[in-house]
């Protein structure tokens, strides 16, 4: 809660200053490399940490985490991502220094989570290993962005942000998402028992296409292989957008959106789908051999802001109000703060296409930063703290 109140701080104060004065910050790395980074992999992770801790022993039958444990990676992180920050506009090489730090902290946990998958006899233990091998994934993308911070690597930099966006905080929400709520599961038995979790591995095929094709187009000099490289990943992502569009008629008609938890979860997953649609879109145009850098930062935000951040804002209020020992139903604010985010990642949408114009810019990061203080302000009092109903947590 206080990396995202800070981050979140740090890049609208950024923002201001960029758009509204004629001294911007200063950087040395790339403004859009740190901000995606940061804004990505410094918060979020956090909260899979405690998530994985929390519901990884009761998916895999193992003993429950002990808390304490965990206070080497909690004091770590801040600390890695801190360097990474303030070297993002002082000196490359404290940026390298905080970043190798991150990957250190996150790698020692990657492993740990490993290990209790192995330790685990649970029948089913799909779900935690597709989340455990993206956390995998995670920690070598933090290591490639410390030797690209080192060796003044801007390309590999680039790679390292659609990593950590597609191959590793992607696959978590959408493991997540697919074991713990019935819908995303397809919600047909037919389709279930003919294709068993086909579904997901469309899901995550069309999301961990994307480093590579990018990769690849950067590497590749022939005009006509690249081209087929986003014809593929159109066929792909378009794929994916219609078994989204499908799920979510599906919930939209058979599921009572009145109630909002399942309202929020519901908005989580429609951003998925417009963020594939628009993933789509982007492999369409550069394969007709255009430029399509609208669309591509349309369909970051879509993923990050209204996917991640939307599915994140739901799951850790529920969470956060069950260990308190109170009802969602209860916290009004939580749903209007909802509909906040969905706001700041349509007018983030709008300045993506109209880049010229700065107001929907700065008015979603505005709105972006309101919505995550007042949501960490709300919750993070009441973390280390007895139950209200009594009851141990």
Known sequence: MVLLAAVSSWWTIVLVLRLRSGAPPPFVVAPGSAHALLMGG???????????????PRWLQAPPVNAASLLPLA????VGWG????????DTRIAAGGLALVALAWSSF???????????????????LVIATACAVGALAFWMGAYALAANEPALLALVEAVVLYAFLAPVFVAALHRMVP??????????????????????GALLLQPPVQALALLLDDVPATRLLHAIAFAVCAAATMLVAWIAWRWRTEQNLRIRLLA?????????GIAFALQAAEALVLASGRSAAGLRLALLHALAMGFFAS??????SRVTCGQAGRLLSSEHIVWWLFLALQAATTLRMIAAVLPAQPLPLIAAAIGWTAAMLAWSLRYAGWYGRPRSDARPG
Do not use: Y
């Open 42 to 56: 410094s918060f979020m992770p956090m909260f899979f940490a405690g998530f994985l801790c929390t519901a990884g």
């Open 83 to 90: 360097l990474f920050a303030a070297g993002a506009q002082i």
């Open 110 to 128: 990657a492993v740990r989570i490993m290990r209790m998958i192995a330790a685990s006899k649970a029948p089913d233990r799909l779900h935690p």
């Open 183 to 204: 819908f995303v599961h397809v919600a047909s038995q037919s389709i279930e028992r003919r294709f068993g979790n086909a579904p997901l591995w469309l899901l995550l």
């Open 311 to 316: 599915t994140m804002l739901a799951m850790v």
């Open 75 to 78: 004091l770590a992180w801040p």
């Open 264 to 272: 929020m979860l519901f908005g989580a997953f429609v951003w998925l």
